[in-house]
C-alpha cells in the first residue's frame, strides 16, 4: 500500500488516505470475528475458509479491475486529476532509478525508530487479535450454548472502534499539521496510541471481572491505538516517500516477529490452573497469569513509545532525494 500512496496521495493528504486504507483491514476483523463465530456455530469451521475465501477472490477481480501504479497509467481518471496528483507528487521515470541506498537506509535512526514502533505496536495488537477470545473464555465471563457467538461478537466490539478511531486519526492528524510540524503530530499520535492504550489494557488486567468492563477496557485499549495509523505507520511516506515500500517491506518484517512470538508467550504465561474448572480458584489463577500477559504488552508499548519519542521524525531524509530523476510536470 505504501509503494500505491507514494504516487497516488498528495503529500497534505497522506495521513488520511492511509488511515482510510488500514481501516479495511480492521473492518475485515470485525467481520471476521463476528460472522466467523455465527459461521462456526451453524454451519461447521470449514464454512470460514468458505466464505472467506471467495470473499476474497471477489477482492481480488476488483484490485485487478480498478488498480494502477501511478496516475499516469490510469485511463479512467480526468486530465485534470492527473495534472494535478502528478504536480503535487512527480512522476517517476522507473527505467532510470538509482540503487536502493540500503546502507543509508539500515543505518538511519529514523527508519529502527519506526520499526521499533511497529514491533511493539504490534506486540499487544497480535496478542489480542490471537488470544482475545481465549481471555474472555478463560477468565469465566462468558458462558452458555452460545458462548461460542457471543465470544465473537464481544471480541469484534474493539475492533469497531479501532477502525471508527482510526479513520478519524487522518484528517485529525493532517489538519495538525497546518499549524504543526509532521515530526509534532507523528510522534503525539503515537505516544498517544501507545501510552493511553498501554493505561486500559493495564486496567483491563486487574479491572475486567465483568463482560461489560472487560470489552469497554479492551475497547478503549485496542481502539485508541487507531491513532498509531496517524503515527508511525504513515511515517515512511514522510521521511522518504520515493523508498516507502522499501521501509514499509523493512518495519513490518520487524512488526510480524510479535505476531509468531506474542501469542506463544501469552499461552506460556497463561497456563491452565490446576484447580477444577470453572471454580473460583480456576478464573482468579487465570485473571492473575493474563494480567502478567497485558503488563508485559504495557512495558513494551512504553520501550516503543520512548524509542520513537527520541528518535522519529517526520523529515525527508536526505538519502531519499531523487537526483533528478523525478519529473514534475
Known sequence: ???IWSHWAPPQERSILTAIAYSGRFTGIVITFSLG???CWYGGWPCLFYVFGSIGLVWFVLWAFVMYNSPSEHPWISAEERHYLESVIGTVDNQSMEPTPWFKIMTSSHVWAIAIAHFCYNWAEYTL???MPTYLADIGILQGTNAVVFNGVFSAVPYLVLMLVALLSGPLADFLRTFFSTTAVRKTFTIIAFTASGGFLLLCGYFGTSIIRAVSLLSL???IGGF???GFYTNHLDIAPRYAGVLMALTNTAGTLPGIVGPLVAKAIALPPSAPKGS???IATY??????VFLLCVEIYMFGALIYLILGSGKKQ???DNNGHTVVN
Open 37 to 39: 463465530a455465527i459461521l
Open 287 to 292: 485473571r492473575s497469569e493474563w494480567s502478567e
Open 221 to 223: 485499549a485496542v481502539g
Open 228 to 230: 498509531s495509523v496517524a
Open 129 to 131: 487479535l490471537t488470544c
Open 1 to 3: 500500500m505504501h509503494v
Open 280 to 282: 473460583a480458584e480456576y
Open 318 to 320: 536526505p538519502w531519499a
